[in-house]
Every structure is written in C-alpha cells, then in structure tokens.
Nanobody, 122 residues
Framework: QVQLVESGGGLVQPGGSLRLSCAASGSIFSIGAMGWYCQAPGKQRELVAT???????NYADSVKGRFTISRDNAKNTVYLQMNSLKPEDTAVYYC????????????????WGQGTQVTVSS
C-alpha cells in the first residue's frame, strides 16, 4: 500500500507565496509522473501541473509563470512552489502519483493524496 501525504497549505494574502509538498511512502519500486490538481467549491478537479520521472513538466495556462513543480525522486516527493497567488487560486490541492510500481514487474497503480486547502484572501 502507498500513501501520499500533502503539506504546506494555508491562508495567504494575494500576491503571496506558498510551497506545497507531497511525500509518497510505502511499497514503492518506482513512480511515473507526479502532479498537482486543484478543486474549488462547486467545480471539477483540474490539472495544475505535472512532472515526469525525467523532469519534464506541464502546467495549466492559468499558473504558467507563477507556479513551479519539482520532484526529488530519491525521496519520492513532489513540490509545488506557488508565487503571485490570486484569490482564484483558492482551492483544495491534491497530489497524484501515476504508474506506481510496488515491484520491478507487475501491476502499476494510481494514488491520490487527501488534499490540502489553499486560501488566498486579504
């Protein structure tokens, strides 16, 4: 079994910064892409940013130039540096791990974290 534990959310004023972390633990041989998604009240969950095991990144247009995703493969941890935050960034942010292999062979799995609240307000 694998667990994803997010941290770093909170309340911040517009223009401020936050850094989210998500650590994967448990039976892990390898992880494919990792990413961050957000869900605001009354809206569907949507992609924020993803990063492959090789470091290739992808961002939603709304966060390009403001957010930076990174990962530490040795620690099975992904980060999201959020700068120039706007009220519309307010949401629950979820971490996702794709193609998680418990062993070098066999099945792959997808895991989600429990979410961390980010509130941008003055």
């Amino acid at each position: 079994q694998v667990q994803l534990v997010e941290s770093g959310g909170g309340l911040v004023q517009p223009g401020g910064s936050l850094r989210l972390s998500c650590a994967a633990s448990g039976s892990i041989f390898s992880i494919g892409a990792m990413g961050w998604y957000c869900q605001a009240p009354g809206k569907q969950r949507e992609l924020v940013a993803t990063i492959t095991s090789g470091g290739s990144t992808n961002y939603a247009d709304s966060v390009k130039g403001r957010f930076t995703i990174s990962r530490d493969n040795a620690k099975n941890t992904v980060y999201l540096q959020m700068n120039s935050l706007k009220p519309e960034d307010t949401a629950v942010y979820y971490c996702k791990a794709d193609r998680v292999r418990p062993k070098a062979w066999g099945s792959q799995y997808v895991y989600w974290g429990q979410g961390t609240q980010v509130t941008v307000s003055s």
